[in-house]
Nanobody, 123 residues
Framework: QLVESGGGSVQPGGSLRLSCEAS????????MGWFRQAPGKEREGVSC????????YYPDSVKGRFTISRDNANSKVYLQMNSLNSEETAVYYC??????????????????WGQGTQVTVSS
């Protein structure tokens, strides 16, 4: 089971930190990913952290602004998001998959999914 938290409303340029708590599987052998889905759009990959802490960011637009991290002791993964803009309004999902992150953000790569948390960026 994956449970996201930390979503909410923020003004453009603001920051949010999303959390995802895992249970029911051996967290530290899984890669953890963050995806997002905006209204009327397909789900897209945002970032992934492998079981060995290798980090991948999928859209160039988030590089330098978003930071993914994990806490194996507490079975949690985080996504720190800075300088948010209105186009990043979406439901954000965490996911768990095989130990290595995929080269492209393939939804089918991941085995477990959370229910999502809403992020709204608006003035």
């Amino acid at each position: 089971q994956l449970v996201e938290s930390g979503g909410g409303s923020v003004q453009p340029g603001g920051s949010l930190r999303l959390s995802c708590e895992a249970s029911g599987f051996t967290f530290d052998i899984y890669a953890m990913g963050w995806f997002r889905q905006a209204p009327g759009k397909e789900r897209e990959g945002v970032s992934c952290i492998s079981s060995s802490d290798e980090v991948t960011y999928y859209p160039d637009s988030v590089k330098g602004r978003f930071t993914i991290s994990r806490d194996n002791a507490n079975s949690k993964v985080y996504l720190q998001m800075n300088s948010l803009n209105s186009e990043e309004t979406a439901v954000y999902y965490c996911a768990a998959g095989p130990p290595a992150c995929p080269l492209v953000a393939a939804i089918a790569w991941f085995d477990y999914w959370g229910q999502g948390t809403q992020v709204t960026v608006s003035s």
